[in-house]
């Protein structure tokens, strides 16, 4: 069976795109020192047990240190998780989300108007700018400023080697001190945004942080900083991954893409199997609190666990068929967004930003296709299932 991931060449750690079952469910990967968990009810078991597989990894990770992890949600455990994400849970309430579609709707059109002539590459010309415009307008940090955004998280996600925790090379330790560096930068033009809402807040999420108060206590001016990075790095690349893969499944499958043009009431369960198919954030990690058994291993107390919800939308035990690509799937209990307390604040909206885009898409351009002469490039991080350049024929 030739796959997309062969046609393609997508990183080659991302073996189970190619049919490829691990040996196990939970593997240690003796290269790198970390375990990597592949079966769907082991991943679900794992986000589950936040005791057992905390969300605070920063600590396992050599030279990161803490300074990102103030205010990170990502990075919390209960109680501290509990209650920022509560605060900030009012932000993305389904109406506030909801509203936003005339807004993405008109920025769409907008970009697609730009694009000349009978070309485009869809990632630059649309599946980029538009989440992360809508993400720097709910912030409210200048989306002119994008550019700077896509130059510190870029260098977050521009190696292709497998994450490890042994010695590293000194080609890595560059990479690593320059990926510190960049999100450093993001990190202070955060603060500096912060400080300004302080003194005059507005109508946007940055004011209503720095206003808001978790046990009687403002948030600092770190925590703001560090929650608006999360936001701005999950709510922009993985959102452009997700309009690219799509675009790019149903190119590759053409009757599921005559199907969806047939009936574009289907643009909603075909973004859920992309989301399964490519699942954007291709592995979640967390560390073990204690000694503890999953799928059949006794893993013991701090190590760095990376749960692959790539690989897991895949298990045979979960879906039937799962390499085939089917718009119609049902039921599709596909965990791209993760599972439990720390699911994807941001699924709904990334849904909507999903059905919005490809709606419009499929309707300005009905006979929309890849360039066999030019071909889709990926993100080159296992870590990201993504492509970063897709030239398409309007
Ligand atoms: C297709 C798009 C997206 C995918 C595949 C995705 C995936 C994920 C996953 C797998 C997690 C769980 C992480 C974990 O368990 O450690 C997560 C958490 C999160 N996502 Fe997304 N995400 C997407 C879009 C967004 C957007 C648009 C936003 C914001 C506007 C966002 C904000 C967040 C935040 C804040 C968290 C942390 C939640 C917590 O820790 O409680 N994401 N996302």
Redesign the pocket.
């Known amino acids: 069976m030739t796959t997309l991931a062969d046609t393609w060449g997508i990183n080659e750690a991302q073996f189970w795109l190619r049919g490829i079952r691990p040996d196990e469910p939970v593997e240690h990967d003796e290269a790198t020192g970390i375990w990597n968990v592949y079966g769907y009810p082991e991943i679900l078991q794992a986000?589950s047990d936040h005791a057992a597989f905390s969300?605070a990894t920063q600590r396992l990770v050599p030279d990161a240190g803490d300074r990102f992890s103030e205010g990170n949600?990502?990075?919390?455990d209960p109680p501290d998780?509990h209650k920022l994400?509560k605060l900030?849970s009012h932000a993305?309430t389904p109406k506030v989300v909801a509203d936003l579609e005339p807004r993405i709707a008109k920025l769409t059109h907008e970009l697609l108007d730009a694009i000349p002539g009978d070309r485009t590459e869809l990632v630059a010309d649309l599946a980029y700018p538009l989440?992360v415009i809508?993400?720097a307008e709910?912030l409210g940090v200048p989306s002119s400023d994008r550019a700077l955004f896509k130059k510190w998280v870029d260098a977050m996600f521009e190696s292709s080697d497998q994450f490890s925790l042994k010695e590293r090379t000194k080609e890595q330790e560059e990479y690593f001190a320059k990926a510190m560096e960049q999100v450093q930068q993001l990190t202070d033009y955060l603060v500096s945004h912060a400080q300004d809402r302080r003194r005059q807040p507005r109508e946007d999420l940055l004011s209503k942080l720095v206003l808001a108060e978790v046990d009687g206590a403002r948030l600092t001016d770190a925590e703001v900083a560090n929650?608006g990075m999360?936001?701005l790095v999950?709510?922009?690349i993985?959102?452009t991954?997700?309009l690219g893969n799509t675009v790019l499944c149903l190119d590759a499958h053409p009757d599921q893409f005559a199907k969806l043009r047939a009936d574009r009431s289907l643009v909603p369960s075909a973004i859920e199997e992309s989301?399964r198919f490519f699942?954007?954030?291709a592995a979640?990690?967390?560390a073990t609190g204690h000694e503890t058994e999953l799928g059949g291993q006794v893993i013991p107390a701090d190590q760095l666990v990376l749960?692959w919800?790539a690989a897991g939308n895949r298990d045979p035990r979960q879906f039937t068929d799962p390499d085939a690509f089917d718009i119609t799937r049902e039921p599709n209990s596909q965990?791209?967004?993760?599972?439990?307390?720390?699911?994807?604040?941001?699924?709904p909206?990334?849904?909507l930003?999903?059905r919005v885009a490809l709606s419009i898409l499929l309707e300005r351009f009905p006979n929309l296709r890849t360039d066999p002469a030019d071909g889709p490039e990926f993100l080159p991080s296992p870590a990201m299932t993504g492509v970063k350049r897709l030239p398409l024929l309007l």
């Open positions: 986000l969300s949600l990502v990075q919390m998780h994400r900030v993305f989440p809508v993400i709910l929650f999360v936001l999950a709510g922009h993985t959102t991954m997700l989301l699942s954007p954030f979640v990690s967390r749960l919800v965990i791209a967004f993760g599972r439990g307390i720390h699911f994807c604040l941001g699924a909206l990334a849904r930003e999903g």
